[in-house]
């Protein structure tokens, strides 16, 4: 057999808090490409950080035979959603800076797809994840769909040894999925990049992959054949327990809403410089409502989303009204945020402070991006009655910087319940879930929408994992071939 290009024997890791159950022996060999496979919060990611060699040893040793002169993070890459950290200074970065066209600009795709690697290789990957329409974008523009695209052509640009892909179809469209196959296809035809992809819902597993690292609770099990993995169907009862039985915290009877729609948007015009994002835009929510709201990325859901939310300065030259009052009749943004309960995987992307996870909750009550106030002791409750709702109470008191990207959405959207809201806006919410906390989250999105009033838009590019509570959809698709063409 051939040399191995990364050898791990009786690996512990150095930091207790993120050891293994056990010492890690691993062989990753040429021609092979691997899914590491598990629930949130099981291990994967660690497992990850410790191929790029950027955790260190108590114990053990991890060895690399590649070829090349380029230092090690060159030539094993990973590639994850918080990478965002890395593509500018995000200390002057805030959340709602994306919809602000006068802010000063943030570096833009070009500058950064363009800054190395070669130029052949590079218009080559442009072409093939059709991601021309990016180019002019600044990186903080992105969606996340957008972002998680960019993310992959630049680890690339620069040809490395082991591409490492963190859940790497989510946030991804239809066609963005099928351009991602063929891009991984390709590269393990030509040999020279190994994978290894990091997959919190095995039906993601790509037909590229030859072999299959189960993790669970902190412990890798045996490596296998993708065959043998598929057909292990106790394994993968072992991998994804059925969630636990649950109960919505007790919440006291709110009066009749004033309002009869919680929505109404004539003839919506959003355009930044030359990029025209949302055209001839109209959408009705009446109260109790639940929509899907669909289409593909860059379709301009993010922008549509932020003007419902209060977060987009546009609002005021377009018209539409929320919860029954024109906008741009004197009321605050907070006046508008607290009818709603939002959650966002980019939104978790501006919580840098090294908050508790419980904090985080909490922050819910506020609408800040942080916890800027102080929570009474029953609003600590109540948060804590929600975490325990998604599973992550036992996270109460972690840093919610330290804690899995899976676990990180949980908390997020225990987040976005914490106030028992009228409009539920849930983007994208099952973004890196593993089949468990899929249906953990669908439970509780049917259960809580079943109450009086409670109107919902949910967001995602799988129509097929829409709630059954939901009798509505909107489509971005058409609009946004009207607003590409003007």
Known sequence: MSTPLIHIS?????????????????????????????????????????????????????????DGDAPLYEKVKIVSFRDIYSLADSRHIYYQQRWHSTEEATPKVRDLVEKSGSKEEVEKLIALFDIHDLLNKSIIC???????????????????????????????????????????????QKGDVQLMLIISNPDEIPDVVTHVLPVTRMRCLP?????????????HKTLFARPQSYILPPVQAANEPAYSSVLDMYNIHIRYGERTILENLDWHVKKGEKWALLGPNGAGKSTLLSLICGDNPQAYANNFSLFGKKRGTGESIWDIKKHIGYASPELLLYYRDNLACIDVVCSGFFDHVGLHRKCTQQQRQIAWQWMVVFGVSHLRENSFLKISFGEQHLVMLARAF??????????????GLDPSNRERVTQIIETFCAQKNKSLIYVTHYFSEVPKCITKRKNLAFEYRLASSS
């Open 142 to 188: 992105l969606s996340s769909g957008e972002l998680r695209k960019y993310l992959i052509v630049n680890a690339l640009k620069s040809i490395p040894k082991v591409l490492i892909l963190d859940n790497p179809y989510v946030g991804l469209d239809e066609k963005s999925r099928e351009q991602l196959n063929e891009l991984l296809a390709q590269l393990a």
């Open 223 to 235: 490596a296998m054949s993708r065959a043998d993995f598929f057909a292990d169907t106790e394994l």
């Open 418 to 431: 914490v106030k028992n809201p009228e409009l539920l806006i849930l983007d994208e919410p099952m973004h």
């Open 10 to 66: 009786n690996a512990i890791l150095r930091n207790p808090e993120l050891q293994l159950e056990a010492p890690l022996s691993f062989d990753l060999y040429p021609n092979q490409h691997w899914a590491v496979v598990g629930a949130n919060g099981a291990g994967k990611t660690t497992f990850a950080n410790m191929l790029t060699g950027k955790l260190p040893l108590a114990e053990g040793a991890i060895e690399y035979s590649i």
